[in-house]
C-alpha cells in the first residue's frame, strides 16, 4: 500500500494542532486574539489538505503543476501561521529553533 504525502501532512498537522492546544492557555493569557488567529489557521490548513486528500482517495491523480500549486498555497499558510506563533513565542520569552 502507498501512503500519500497527503496523508502524512494531515497526520502531522493534527499532531501540531494537538500540542498547540496544550500551549494555548499560556497563548491566551499574553493575547487571546492572536491564540484564535492560530488556532484558526492551524485549522484551516488542516482542512484544505483534508479536502486535496479527500480529492486523492476519490480517484484524482494531481499534475506536477497542480503539487505545486496547492504546495505553494499550503507553505503560505504555514508561513503565516510560523510567523503569529513566533510573535506569541516572543511574548512569552521562548526562544524557537531556527
Known sequence: MVISRLSDIKDILGGLIVVYDSVSPQVVAVDAAQDEQ?????SDL?????????QELAGKR??????DLYGTEAQSRAQAITGQI??????????LPE
Open 38 to 42: 492560530i488556532k484558526r489557521g492551524l
Open 46 to 54: 488542516r482542512e484544505y489538505v483534508l479536502a486535496l486528500y479527500a
Open 62 to 67: 494531481f499534475t506536477a503543476e497542480d503539487a
Open 86 to 95: 513566533a510573535q506569541v513565542a516572543a511574548l512569552l520569552n521562548i526562544t
